[in-house]
């Protein structure tokens, strides 16, 4: 989401790629599917080349590498200092992980600013889950939407979407054996409490531990102050 409104406000091309997509079981493919971004995305300027789990891409290298990986990880990392040391060549290149203590050493440096996205705060969770529920019939009034906040605390922007996921499934799990026949215009809106059932089962997947590490990672690493983070 964050690369792609950076590409929106730059009206640049999107490149969207998940790391796994960067990986072939062929040996010396994965280094020509990382050429072949770089060229296309060079092509298409001005671009932003956004990597998700980059950490799976980039980790720390060990003895017990796959000599694929490594090469793919070069590769990586010889295009990244080519757009590093060509300001004027418009392409700029994201990465997001949750674990930015396995990013390698060479590929930390190379990406020049390093941002902390901490947790969505209520406002925030309270646009989420509005955004996420456009063009779907429901009844969440303002005042439900205080109550959503409150039962998201510590939630996450994936864990905001499955509790969206999961509350709208509400309706349709009513029908039962109906389900084949019934009319749409006679599924029920969903509800706040459709949020209450599916809160118990979509729990927050980041715990204080995990802040805590990402708050010392950022002192340590990160180009902001760390923000403050409410317990």
């Known amino acids: 989401m964050i690369g792609r409104c950076v590409a929106s406000q730059c009206?640049?091309?999107?490149?969207?790629?998940?790391?796994?997509?960067?990986?072939?079981?062929?040996?010396?493919?994965?280094?020509?599917?990382?050429?072949?971004?770089?060229?296309?995305?060079?092509?298409?300027?001005?671009?932003v080349i956004f990597?998700?789990?980059?950490?799976?891409?980039?980790?720390?290298?060990?003895?017990?590498e796959h000599e694929s990986s490594r090469r793919i990880k070069t590769e990586f990392l010889v295009q990244l200092d080519g757009v590093n040391t060509a300001p004027d060549e418009r392409?700029?290149?994201l990465?997001?992980?949750?674990?930015?203590?396995e990013l390698d050493e060479a590929a930390?440096?190379?990406?020049?600013?390093?941002?902390?996205?901490?947790?969505?705060?209520?406002?925030?969770?309270?646009?989420?889950?509005?955004?996420?529920?456009?063009?779907?019939?429901?009844?969440?009034?303002?005042?439900?939407?205080?109550r959503i906040r409150?039962?998201?605390?510590?939630?996450?922007g994936a864990d905001m979407r499955q509790l969206c996921t999961e509350a709208a499934m509400g309706p349709i799990r009513d029908i039962g054996d109906d389900i084949e026949t019934i009319d749409k215009?006679?599924?029920?809106?969903v509800t706040v409490m459709d949020f209450a059932e599916a809160a118990r089962v979509v729990r927050p997947t980041v715990d204080d531990s995990q802040l805590d590490a990402?708050?010392?990672?950022?002192?340590?690493f990160g180009c902001l102050p760390p923000p403050s983070i409410s317990r």
């Open 11 to 47: 009206k640049a091309t999107f490149f969207n790629i998940s790391a796994s997509s960067l990986t072939s079981k062929w040996v010396g493919e994965g280094e020509k599917l990382v050429r072949a971004l770089f060229s296309v995305a060079r092509l298409k300027l001005p671009s």
């Open 150 to 156: 409150e039962l998201t605390d510590g939630y996450s």
């Open 214 to 220: 990402y708050a010392a990672w950022d002192k340590k």
């Open 185 to 189: 215009d006679d599924i029920r809106a």
């Open 51 to 64: 990597i998700d789990e980059i950490d799976s891409l980039l980790s720390s290298r060990s003895e017990s």
């Open 95 to 101: 990465g997001a992980t949750n674990r930015p203590q």
């Open 108 to 146: 930390r440096r190379r990406f020049q600013k390093r941002l902390y996205i901490a947790l969505p705060e209520p406002e925030s969770r309270t646009q989420i889950v509005q955004n996420l529920l456009v063009g779907t019939r429901h009844d969440i009034t303002n005042h439900n939407l205080e």
């Open 91 to 93: 392409l700029l290149v």
